[in-house]
């Protein structure tokens, strides 16, 4: 399988290296223009994230992994059943917090605890973490580097139209707009009562895989909280978060879906089809009933990093988006770090 790349040549041409170079520093000169002179609410300077800087709440989570899973997916942290503390940040996409009505893409992004083994990023081999990020669309709407330097070029210019829609039609990327538009369209009840997948691929022993969660089943959202916390409420999603967690524990599916025939690792824009290559679940990701609406908590949100990077090498995401979240994510996550004067480290607990 990985028609395009084989995995084991995972890397970026010195074309690519450039382009991604391109990508970085444009990424972190829009965040400097935005975003240099913010302050918290103690007035000291903050600097959020790029992408998905709303949070509805870190919650503390254990992560379950499956006994007596078949060979194929007994790898890396699925080799065997065993128990990981996590960390599961939501969030909503938008570069500028809004209203959790208007239309978003939403993130969920997992961090276990307490993992052993040499991980990929040199500065942070030695860490205990391993990162899995996700949204709630299968599909990511920009096939790949020079696509995504093309993107943020138009929608630095405030209007990405001409992206999708240029001066030569032979080249109208309607197939990247329907992506777009039907990802942001979703209506969500609450962030613990939708599915969510990786969109991009990742290496799992030989083989290539794509990630998705959903809820467990009996784990649906009692109708009395969606009446309870109405949408008109701009943290609706956070209110609902909480009243959920303050009654009960919540159960997810973390799944597995292995690389079918005419599945490419290289442009996260075509789906997987699942009728052919069904998700497998994997772990459970069990969420105990807790009051994470708190200060403290939403500082430690702030404070920590999420990549797909962060990983042991047997889970290393593959393909040229997440060749560029590879340098994207550390340079944007250091230089807000840098700006708000706190030390970037993974959690130790
Ligand atoms: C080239 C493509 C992409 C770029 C350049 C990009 C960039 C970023 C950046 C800069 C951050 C903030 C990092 C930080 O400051 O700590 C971020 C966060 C995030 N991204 Fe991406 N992203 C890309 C593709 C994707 C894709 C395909 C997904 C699908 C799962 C995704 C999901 C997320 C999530 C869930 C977060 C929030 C992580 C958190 O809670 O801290 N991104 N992205």
Known sequence: MYEQKKTNTNTASSSETDVIALIDAMMQKKLRQDHAGDVDADGKPHMPRDAHPKSHGLVRAEFIVEANLPAAYRVGVFSEARTFPAWIRYSNGAPEPAPDKKNDVRGMAIKLMGVPGEKVLTDEKNALTQDFLLCNHPVFFIRNVADYAAFLSAASGGNPLPFFIGLRPLRFRFHEAKVLIQALLKKIASPLAIRYWSQTPYRLGGSAVKYSVRPSAGYELSPRIVSAVPTTDANYLRRRMAAELAEDDVCLDFMVQLQGSAMPVEDPTILWDERSAPFRKVAT???????????????????????????????????????????????????RHTVNGVPRQEPAE
């Open 285 to 335: 990701i069990r969420i105990h009933r807790q009051d994470f609406d708190l200060p403290e908590i939403d500082r430690k949100a702030e404070d920590m990093s999420f990549t797909p990077w962060h990983t042991l090498p047997e889970h290393e995401p593959l393909g040229g988006i997440n060749r560029t979240r590879r340098v994207v994510y550390e340079s944007i996550s250091r230089l």
